[in-house]
């Protein structure tokens, strides 16, 4: 089997897609009963940072030695990488010492370059661009609570960042309807929108937007790397807060998610977390066993067959 990379939700297929979601809810099953699985034993994850975090380092860290692997944590200013070796170089290095690379880095196309050179999977952990490893968390959220996203109605509340770009791509995958909500200058890559014109609408109107839909996300008003923007951003954005009365105009049904962390009195209510229409903290849980079947996936090479 040739090598296989994750650096957007389209590099796996829609059927791939669904049987990492049946696999991820059958390995957190497993675990939450006691039981072991180690189909990853004595492999190695590299794990590369170039930006901080906590979710995404614990839980790929956990999820390798879980699974029976082990994970080395690698930063810029540790490695060669700071003094300048080539991406090119770098990746040709680990693919003869680890199984798979991990990449949480501001360029995609770095990432890209990286992959490029790589012989062993390359996972994209988060660039300014995408953040598919998330997506993969939410959608396994929404099946283990909703059931399937295919046919229902989402909305992003927020800037058109790099989740708001992973939500694009998985509006195809998973066969729902997005609609994005923000203001005027804060829009997705137009090029994208277009591309995905079939699953998109734009929406200026927050309660408008969540009006009947079955699940609201937001973000960060600003990302990493934008805190010099932090005070206009703040001023632009202030009418497009979640908040439980918001979401009262959503389904009745409808769950509320977040990526973490999480600015109360910005982009949430200061008690939007702890709405019972919330699934956050479920949803930062399930990074976890959504990363550990991926792994399993990409470096054993199985077929995900249904569970």
């Known amino acids: 089997m040739s090598v296989r990379h ?18 991820a809810i059958e390995l957190k099953r497993r675990h939450k009963a006691g039981l072991l699985d180690e189909p990853l034993k004595n492999k190695v994850l590299a794990m590369i940072f170039e930006k901080s975090s906590t979710r995404t380092r614990v839980s790929f860290e956990a999820g390798m030695t879980q699974l029976g692997g082990s994970a080395i944590f690698l930063s810029p200013k540790d490695t060669q990488l700071g003094r300048g070796e080539p991406l090119q170089d770098t990746a040709r290095v680990l693919s003869e010492m680890v199984d798979a690379v991990m990449v949480r880095t501001f360029s995609h196309q770095d990432l890209e370059t990286f992959a490029q050179h790589s012989t062993i999977p390359v996972i994209n952990a988060l660039t300014d ?8 968390a939410d959608v396994q959220t929404f099946v283990e609570c909703r059931g399937s996203l295919q046919g229902k109605t989402v909305t992003w509340i927020g800037d058109g960042n790099n989740m708001c770009n992973s939500y694009i791509r998985a509006a195809r995958q998973f066969d729902f ?7 005027e200058g804060y829009e997705p890559s137009e090029t994208l929108v277009k591309d995905f014109e079939d699953r998109v609408t734009l929406v200026r109107n927050p309660q408008e937007a969540v009006k009947d839909v079955q699940l609201v996300v937001t973000d960060v008003w600003a990302s990493m790397g934008q805190e010099d923007e932090q005070n206009r951003r703040k001023r632009d954005f202030a009418d497009y ?12 049904d409808a769950l509320f998610m977040h990526c973490l962390p999480a600015h109360r009195g910005e982009e949430i209510s200061e008690d939007m977390l702890d709405d019972h229409r919330s699934v956050v903290f479920q949803e930062a849980g399930n990074r976890l066993h959504a990363q550990k079947a991926l792994l399993e996936f990409l470096i054993t090479g199985s077929p995900l067959q249904p569970m």
Request: net charge negative; charged share 20%.
């Open 241 to 252: 807060q979640v908040s439980p009365q918001l979401m009262d105009l959503a389904a009745k």
């Open 177 to 183: 309807q997005l609609r994005i909500c923000c203001p």
């Open 6 to 23: 994750f650096l957007t939700l389209s590099d796996l297929s829609p059927q791939e897609l669904e049987r990492v979601i049946q696999r």
């Open 129 to 136: 661009d995408f953040h598919p490893c998330q997506l993969l």
